[in-house]
């Protein structure tokens, strides 16, 4: 039985941000549970799919996998920060229309006129969020697994370019 130790800080209590340091966006996808049996019962494993972002047009996505929920967490998290890449924004919107796929997972989004919202679900709301885009339309067919989703996503998310940066390369020819 373990004795409960007060804090000087409330647990509601803000932690103080890094100067310097760019707000990150955490959200976890999804946690899989896996168990293996032996001879004692069953051994449960867990892996976790997060999303990470800075909500400026950087993004990334980390898959890990641990003996223990929070642990796996961490991993996914830490992967994620280390794997994150560089979007194409117009403002809170896509510049164009894009097709991502990874796998069986496909994703279309669809650039969307100011107030629409996200209209997107699960993973690929995560990863959009995370990268700030506000007003976007998405359609996601093939498979439903949630690594070919948010992968799917991030492939099409990459797959944007500008106007500016296509014009650019076509006038220096």
């Known amino acids: 039985m373990s004795i409960p130790v007060k804090n000087s800080t ?12 760019p ?3 955490e959200k976890v ?16 494993s867990f892996s976790a799919l997060a ?22 967490i961490k991993k996914s998290t830490e992967h ?4 994150m890449v560089a979007v ?4 809170d919107t896509i510049p164009h229309e894009v097709f991502g796929t990874f796998d069986g997972g496909k994703v279309f989004l669809r650039p969307a006129s100011p107030g629409t919202g996200i209209i997107a679900g699960g993973g690929v ?8 885009i506000r007003n976007v339309l998405s ?6 697994n949630h690594i070919a989703v948010v992968q799917a996503t991030l492939n099409g998310l990459r797959k944007l370019r500008l106007a500016a940066d296509v014009h650019a390369l076509r006038s220096h020819t």
Request: with cysteine; charged share 25%.
């Open 80 to 83: 994620a920060r280390k794997s």
């Open 23 to 25: 707000e990150m966006i």
């Open 125 to 132: 709301r995560a990863v959009l969020e995370a990268a700030g």
């Open 10 to 21: 409330p647990a509601s209590a803000p932690v103080p941000a890094v100067p310097g340091a």
């Open 88 to 91: 194409k924004l117009k403002g």
């Open 139 to 144: 359609k996601s067919m093939g498979s439903k």
């Open 51 to 72: 999303v990470v972002g800075d909500q400026k047009g950087r993004v990334g996505i980390g898959y890990g996998k641990a003996n223990e929920v929070p642990d796996a």
């Open 29 to 44: 996808v999804f946690i899989n549970r896996c168990a293996k049996v032996v001879k004692g019962g069953r051994r449960f």
